[in-house]
């Protein structure tokens, strides 16, 4: 089955910018969505298709596939975007949508 | 606006049966795939199932393949997931979400979602 890696943990200070990886094969290849989910509540959809914003999601939201690397960049990071942030992607071979193990940003 | 609220969840022994159910409203319901997906407390977001607008196509997680099975009603604005010989491993908060567009294919967003209804599958 399609494995998804991402970083366990970022750290980013207020007004820096954070970036989360996504690893998996070919994954270039495949359109990936980003989501964010604040503790207690259900996730959000920040990115998708690589690097599409829903609206109401700030332009501090940014996504990129280039074929080798996946990211999301969160630039000038405020307090409010402390959260858990997932990956996914639709795997097309075994019919499965697929999430990333999650990446915690901690803002200090 | 879209309305999704679960139902359904609570505490059930191993190896007994559970329904959950998802009430859909602001939106034409039966234009979209919907989804089922999970979160066990302190973990990850684990995709469980998602059936096609009209219910003739599902497709599930391996690890419920065969136990659970996500149905729609779509007179009712309904969606459902039946789940047989529950485990210890299948607690989770479950979320029913929707599909961002109305799509011809799998593979859209899963863009909304609800607020999830705990099962706990506990002895």
């Known amino acids: 089955s399609y494995v998804l890696t991402q970083p366990p943990s970022v750290s980013v200070a207020p007004g820096q910018t954070a970036t989360i990886t996504c690893g998996g094969n070919s994954i270039g290849y495949k359109s990936v969505q980003w989501y964010q989910q604040r503790p207690g509540q259900a996730p959000v959809v920040v990115v998708y298709?690589?690097?599409d914003r829903p609206s109401g999601i700030p332009e501090r939201f940014s996504g990129s596939n280039s074929g080798n690397a996946v990211t999301l960049t969160i630039s000038r990071v405020e307090a409010g975007d402390e959260a858990d942030y997932y990956c996914?992607?639709?795997?097309?071979?075994?019919?499965?949508?697929?999430f990333g193990p999650g990446t915690k940003v901690t803002v200090l | 606006q879209v309305h999704l609220v679960e139902s359904g969840g609570g505490v059930v022994q191993p190896g007994r049966s559970l329904r959950l159910s998802c009430a859909a409203s602001?939106?034409?319901?039966?234009?979209?795939?919907m989804y089922w997906v999970r979160q066990a407390p302190g973990k990850g977001l684990e995709w469980v199932a998602v059936i096609s607008n009209d219910g003739s196509h599902e497709y599930y997680a391996d690890s419920v393949k065969g136990r659970f099975t996500i149905s729609r009603d779509n007179s009712k604005n309904a969606l459902f997931l039946q789940m047989s010989s529950l485990r210890a491993e299948d607690t989770a908060v479950y979320y029913c979400?929707?599909?961002?567009?109305?799509?011809?294919?799998?593979?859209?967003?899963?863009?909304?979602w609800g607020q999830g209804t705990l099962v706990t599958v506990s002895s």
């Open positions: 602001g939106f034409t319901f039966s234009s979209y795939f």
């Open positions: 979400a929707r599909d961002k567009d109305i799509m011809l294919t799998f593979g859209g967003v899963i863009n909304y």
């Open positions: 298709d690589d690097s």
């Open positions: 996914q992607v639709w795997d097309s071979t075994s019919d499965h949508y697929v």
